[in-house]
């Protein structure tokens, strides 16, 4: 057999040949490969990292990609200063998200007694964040100029009903906030309740918030470590010496 020197190989030629190389029909030539390899790793001459093949998932990216704060060097004036900015993000967002769970008691809403000029059951269709579905969503919508109130997220069939039983320039009662209506009332008849309609109400207000709770959770999980060493200094260590340290 031709005996081959891989001493002459460059790095990346001596990469290639490993990655196709026939193990079980040339294993000398394969020690060799092998060999040379490590006696360069050794002198410290070889710096290629093999490459991966393809589809094949680099186990240490994440690893070698996050950004840590040693903050060995750092006062902790500073170090507080990072972990009271971060504090501030978490509280910002919680203060924008939380008050669209809030529902108003139906002491504090405003009660409106209007003509209605036009009423409609609208459907709307909205993607469930957590399983992508389209769910189909049934609202009242009732038009009293120059104003528009909803009673969202209804059952089909109570939408129909109500759209049916009231007409043009009928009076009702409404109970809203911010135009959506928490009770209907027509004469003595309750045709949407306040118990009803609370949690309705809720869930359409809270429609699309979940992200921001995912986004408090990535939020944590990249910054644990560096929160943690400005407690305790240098506990985790970046990988890549360019970043803040």
């Known amino acids: 057999?031709?005996?081959?020197?891989?001493?002459?190989?460059?790095?990346?030629?001596?990469?290639?040949v490993e990655r196709n190389i026939n193990k079980q029909a040339f294993p000398e030539r394969y020690k060799q490969l092998c060999d040379e390899i490590s006696r360069r790793k050794k002198l410290g001459c070889f710096n290629l990292k093999p490459q991966l093949k393809e589809n094949?998932?680099?186990?240490?990216y994440w690893r070698r990609s996050e950004i840590i704060f040693e903050f060995t060097t750092i006062p902790i004036v500073w170090r507080m200063t990072f972990v009271g900015a971060y504090l501030l993000v978490n509280v910002a967002l919680l203060a924008w998200v939380m008050p669209h769970y809030w529902v108003s008691s139906l002491d504090n809403l405003h009660r409106y007694n209007i003509t209605v000029d036009q009423i409609e059951c609208r459907r709307d269709a909205v993607e469930n964040q957590q399983t992508g579905e389209i769910n189909d969503f049934y609202d009242i919508v009732i038009s009293a100029y120059p104003n528009t109130f909803v009673a969202p997220n209804l059952h089909r069939s109570k939408c129909k009903q109500i759209a049916a039983t009231l007409t043009s320039g009928m009076r009702v009662s409404i109970w809203q906030q911010d135009e959506l209506i928490y009770q209907l009332q027509m004469n003595q008849q309750m045709l949407l309740s306040y118990d009803y309609m609370a949690p309705?109400?809720?869930?359409?207000?809270?429609?699309?918030?979940?992200?921001?709770?995912f986004i408090l959770f990535g939020l944590g999980i990249l910054s644990f470590k560096s929160l943690y060493n400005a407690f305790t200094p240098g506990t985790f260590k970046q990988q890549y010496r360019g970043y803040v340290d």
Do not use: C, W
């Open 200 to 213: 309705k109400v809720r869930n359409f207000r809270t429609r699309g918030q979940l992200v921001y709770f």
């Open 56 to 60: 094949e998932f680099d186990r240490d």
């Open 1 to 16: 057999m031709k005996q081959i020197d891989y001493r002459q190989y460059k790095d990346d030629e001596l990469l290639d």
